[in-house]
């Protein structure tokens, strides 16, 4: 499947844009009529409610999706005829929503028979999922709706529970969760289709102002065998499916599940199943912070001047992307981001193509533009900055000094996820035959996986042209990647090697074995303070010992506590700040914070502290 067919969020097909200049005609996508009714269960708008709207702006810029582009160098190239110009394109969130936007989650649990194995002494997987489901429905929003699907190779209906607001029915949920026994074996498709069937079955008025999402828990091995027989792509497109992966489940099956409805894939360590609520954590804080929706991106190159311009290949991760050319050989990309988490900043690169500039000035060769939706049902379809952004030989907006760096990270970073997917997806078929054979073949192919991986990425990075990474920091992609050949080469490296493909491709969180491995650039502070109310829900996990609630924390624990202390700390002391030369100095604190904590745990952990 194309990444195009991929990811297809609902943009409808009436949008409002300022043309390059008054003569300039619209492509025919733009001039089509109404916006029309999602059957997708997000935001959708009626011909007359758009009309009215056609001229609503957002008053407050802080409260706008940012648009930057970034060029690598404020000159274009000025050599032959079909030279290159790699443009950053960012989308960056408001730091905070204005207004809570609802969400309908679709909790899907696996209650098959693996579920009752035990984890301590009386204490099994599945009390370990009720208690993280306990923190879920407690740090739901009261206007949220919530399902609870049960199911092993069916759905266990007199589990599970229709589609309902949260608000004073916290402990009908959590009675529902308890009253769970595991039996059975695992098929992913029923409890799939049927989640997907209660948020199509909405109201229209729901499908128009709430989210809809559905969320996987899962231990197992999908008994049908889901390589053979699929999940229809149409089911999974419609909603975010984030997939969560425990104990012995297959990796891959959950990457495919998530890659296909645009959601994320997180697993968690086997030492670490005690934190179960932290995955949970992560995605609720960003469902409890949505800011946007519908987000999409265009880049407008003209050809009927004699400086003509036009795109050839976006870079964008697992986001959708497609380029068009209209009858005019007007050339417009679009990139579908779908929602946008407050504080989430999506990069993006476009490789451009422009005729040679041996102008002494600056000469417009296209406008971009964003739009998005940022609250239910009363705001307008518009870009982020009241009109579209100009394109130029001159610097663009964001440019500041030398901007080589930051383009140039970004470019070996989709590389590095090119290469790194690309070799994700051969893995999976040598495991997939490897299995077939029994357990210690799976394991011997995960060793020759990471042998390989440890040659192929050498050779890799032997190929990288200096000039791309002159002066760039890529210490922490290459401790990500030695992680992943650690783990492979001892026989459990699949999921560490999904999660973070999951995570780089949606450039969203995920969780990589353990909070502490979740991704710096894309953390946000509403997901950072969800994952401080989680470890309330932690539960201690000692061999030999009995599972219950933790009243002493752990030396690890120990250490955890003292540097988010001192994070917080930090964010006192910035508190938050609005300047945008100051908001980067705190994003670049933060990421040291971050990097020196991951360090610091690490060597605890191979000291043997627990």
């Known amino acids: 499947m194309a990444a195009g067919d991929l990811c297809r969020l609902p943009f409808r097909n009436r949008r409002w844009v300022l043309p390059l200049a008054p003569a300039t005609p619209l492509p025919p996508s733009m001039k089509t009529s109404a916006i029309r009714p999602s059957t997708e269960g997000r935001y959708a708008r009626s011909s007359t409610t758009a009309r009215k709207m056609e001229k609503q702006v957002i008053s407050t810029a802080g409260n706008k999706v940012k648009l930057t582009t970034i060029s690598k160098s404020p000159k274009l190239p000025t050599g032959k005829q079909g030279d290159t110009l790699p443009l950053l394109v960012r989308v960056e969130a408001p730091r905070a929503a204005k207004k809570h936007i609802p969400v309908d989650l679709v909790a899907l649990l696996d209650v098959s028979g693996s579920m009752n194995t035990e984890v301590a002494p009386g204490t099994t997987r599945l009390d370990l999922v009720k208690k993280a489901m306990q923190f879920v429905i407690k740090h739901l929003h009261a206007d949220d709706g919530l399902a609870i699907l049960a199911f092993n190779e069916k759905i266990l209906t007199h589990y599970s529970t229709d589609l309902f607001r949260i608000s004073g029915q916290q402990m009908f949920a959590q009675n529902k969760v ?35 999402v559905v969320m996987l828990v899962t231990d197992g091995v999908d008994s049908r065998k889901a390589a053979m027989y699929p999940i229809p792509p149409e089911i999974l497109k419609k909603y975010p499916v984030h997939t969560f992966g425990i104990c012995a489940h297959d990796p891959n099956v959950l990457l495919s599940i998530a890659q296909q409805s645009c959601g994320t894939y997180s697993f968690v360590d086997d030492d670490e199943l005690g934190s179960i609520a932290d995955p949970f954590a992560i ?33 964008c991760g697992f986001q959708s992307s497609e380029i068009e050319v209209s009858a005019r050989d007007d050339n417009w990309s679009t990139i579908r981001i779908g929602m946008l988490y407050a504080g989430e900043v999506k990069n993006f690169i476009a490789h451009v193509v422009i005729d040679p500039d041996t102008s002494a000035g600056t000469r417009s060769w296209g406008r971009i533009y964003v739009y998005y939706k940022d609250a239910p049902v009363v705001s307008s379809l518009i870009d982020g900055d009241g009109n579209g952004r100009e394109l130029s030989t001159g610097k663009q907006a964001g440019d500041s000094g030398d901007n080589s760096s930051k383009v140039r990270g970004q470019v070996v970073q989709f590389n590095a996820l090119e290469f790194l997917s690309t ?62 050949v650690n783990r492979l080469k001892q026989g459990a490296g699949m999921a560490y090697m999904c999660s973070w ?31 401080s109310k989680a470890k309330k829900y932690h539960v201690q996990l000692a061999p030999g010992g009995v599972g219950g609630s933790s009243t002493q924390p752990s030396k690890l624990e120990q250490r955890r506590e003292s540097w988010e202390k001192l994070m917080k700390q930090a964010e006192q002391m910035l508190n938050q700040p609005a300047d945008a030369a100051l908001a980067q100095t705190w994003n670049e604190l933060k990421a040291a914070i971050d990097k020196a904590k991951r360090s610091d745990l690490c060597e605890a952990m191979k000291r043997g502290e627990s």
Request: glycine share 6%.
């Open 423 to 484: 070799l994700q997806e051969e893995f999976k078929k040598q495991m997939n035959t490897a299995g077939a054979k029994g357990a210690n073949e799976a394991r011997a192919a995960q060793i020759r996986a990471g042998n390989s991986l440890e040659k192929r990425w050498e050779e890799f990075v032997k190929t990288m042209d200096d000039d791309l990474t002159d002066g760039l920091d890529l210490d922490d992609l290459k401790t990500e990647v030695e992680e992943m």
């Open 283 to 315: 995605l609720l804080g960003g469902l409890n912070s949505i800011v946007a929706v519908d987000v999409v991106v265009q880049l407008f190159c003209s050809f009927r001047t004699s400086f003509r311009s036009s795109v050839k290949l976006i870079s």
């Open 178 to 212: 308890d009253k769970i026994v595991a039996k059975g074996d695992t098929n992913f498709s029923p409890g799939i289709e049927e989640a997907v069937k209660i948020l199509d079955e909405r109201s229209s008025s729901d499908k128009n102002s709430r989210v809809g």
């Open 501 to 531: 493909v999951s995570s780089q491709q949606m450039q969203r969180a995920a969780t990589l074995g353990s909070a502490d491995a979740v991704g710096t650039q894309f953390f946000t502070s509403a997901r950072d303070a969800m994952l």
